[in-house]
């Protein structure tokens, strides 16, 4: 469902606004101290949002441990971002953000890169019947501009499928339901099996596969059916179309939109198709965004270690 950005602007064109919407879904009526948990705080001086704790003395915002930490960009810009970021299903590019909102290449970029961490969602588990399947992303760099060393996964299907050098991304998807997906290294049986027990309700599924022998005997684990390709395509219920057609949309989507992304950096994009995916029939994306984004605190830590030369090495298109 599309976000409305003409509602967006309209209640949010303020930046207290955005904040008390922000402190709204992050503690509700009291205000926290992320630093020690006490609910004894006051407003700090100086700064719009800024609080002070006084059991541990400490100052925080409601950015404090959040993607929205240390940020320069005004809030009804970053709740813009947002909306476009939300309806650009196929992606947006750091360029047309950045005419969008007229910042910088490399606000756009970070912007973006932090909205991927945002829409990281917690660990839920898919069952009913399911299909499994995996996918090849890479290729040949692109001649042109391209930095050395640097590892790069144009959209290129100049060699397909397994066996090749390509990074291989594992997905489940539920019928008429959520998909998950996982870069995996080596397409073992052991390391498949290991992404069903971590995101399927075993007792309560059903696994469809091809017949690519990583599935071999998958049925001492789960109730499992294989799909023969070389016979029919699908045999009634015995299809992985559901789970095809995700990954054509993830390949359009990065062809149409980013042309080229790092190794390192695929599993953001991953996070972002998958979370376009799973919200496709939510009447209010722009909330549900907000609610999961307040709370990525872990996986922000990560992104902030990767070192920012790094990033505008990729920082390209
Ligand atoms: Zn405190």
Known sequence: ?????????????TQLKCLKLL?????????????????????AKGEMG????RKCLKTFSVFSDTIFEDTRLSLPKWFMAIAIFLNGKGGVSAKELQRSLGTTYKTSYYLLMRLRVGMLLPETKLHGILEMDESYFGGKPRKRNLPDNVPILARVDNK??????KISVAGIVERKGSVKVKVIEKLSKRN????????VIEDDSVLITDEFK????????????????????????????????????????????????????????????????????DNSQFMSFLKNAMFQEKELLYWKAESKEQVTKVAYD
């Open 1 to 13: 469902m599309a976000t409305n950005l003409i509602e967006i602007s309209k209640n949010y064109n």
């Open 23 to 43: 402190e709204n879904i992050r503690w509700g009526k009291v205000v926290k101290c992320p630093n020690c948990g006490s609910n004894e705080t006051r407003n």
């Open 50 to 53: 800024r609080h002070a704790c």
């Open 160 to 165: 397909r499928g397994r066996g090749t050098k």
């Open 192 to 199: 498949l099996l290991n992404m069903i027990k971590n995101a």
């Open 214 to 281: 990583s599935y071999k005997n998958l049925s001492e684990y789960i109730e499992h059916l294989q799909v023969n390709h070389s016979k029919a395509y699908s045999k009634g219920l015995t299809h992985t179309n559901t789970i095809e057609g995700f990954w054509s949309y993830v390949k359009n989507g990065i062809k149409g939109s980013y042309k080229a992304i790092s190794r390192k950096y695929l599993p953001f994009y991953l996070i972002e198709y998958e979370w376009h995916y799973n919200h496709r029939n």
